[in-house]
């Protein structure tokens, strides 16, 4: 059975730093990895997914790679604001199945401070 | 950029109660899902849906969950007799095959 962990579970910041939030699952057979943003008491909002053929992604200030081998995944975030404050959570798909359905690290939450 | 709606954002409703939470996939997504997140903890898969039936359940959706696509576009989640921990967010989602998934903005149910 899949399992997700992500490292630290909590991250306090300035701003303007840059950071790396930690994602490592047990079944390194994936099709994808998933980062999403959860602000609170909100939606999942989709960040980044990463190809199980793809080393990183980017968008904007976020950039994710991807080390299937290793059973790791990290979101680096750079130049960090106050806007960005929120739970981070990584997602893989179960392998095996044909259902694609996610399993969920418990996120990391991030405060930038002013 | 399509979106997966749902309705309602919060229902507050009384033990015992029946309730049915409603999403509108995206309309050229093949699979569906519910989640759902009880508070302070992971978001957990609850069951899926391809091709008009469910294709898995987790161990949470027992005989007082079920699930519907009534008229080809709308996905609801049925609980027959909420209990207090029901209390979570319900998320419903949608992906067109592995290539990602699309989550609404979830639906906060209030067991009282």
């Known amino acids: 059975k899949q399992e997700v962990t992500q490292i630290p579970a909590a991250l306090s910041v300035p701003e303007g730093e840059n950071l790396v939030l930690n994602c490592s699952f047990t079944?390194?057979?994936?099709?994808?990895l998933q980062w999403f943003r959860q602000d609170p008491g909100k939606g999942l909002t989709s960040l980044l997914l990463?190809?199980?053929?793809?080393r990183e992604q980017t968008s904007g200030r976020l950039n994710a790679s991807l080390d299937k081998s290793s059973g790791r995944s990290t979101l680096y975030i750079a130049a960090s604001q106050p806007g960005d404050s929120a739970t981070y959570l990584c997602a893989v798909p179960e392998s095996g199945g044909s259902n694609y359905k996610l399993t969920f690290g418990k996120g990391t939450l991030l405060t930038v401070n002013p | 950029e399509p979106e997966v709606t749902q309705t309602p954002s919060h229902q507050v409703t009384q033990m015992g109660q029946e309730v049915i939470l409603r999403c509108v996939p995206i309309s050229n997504h093949l699979y569906f899902y519910w989640y759902r997140q009880i508070l302070g903890q992971k978001v957990e898969f609850l069951v899926s849906?391809?091709?008009?039936?469910?294709?898995?359940k987790s161990e949470i959706f027992d005989d007082q969950f079920s699930v519907e696509r009534p008229d080809g576009s709308n996905f609801t989640l049925k609980i027959r007799s909420t209990k207090l921990e029901d209390s979570a967010m319900y998320f419903c989602a949608s992906t067109p095959d592995s290539y990602g998934y699309t989550f609404g903005s979830g639906t906060r149910l209030t067991v009282v």
């Open positions: 079944d390194s057979a994936i099709y994808n």
């Open positions: 849906f391809y091709n008009n039936e469910i294709s898995e």
């Open positions: 990463i190809q199980s053929s793809q």
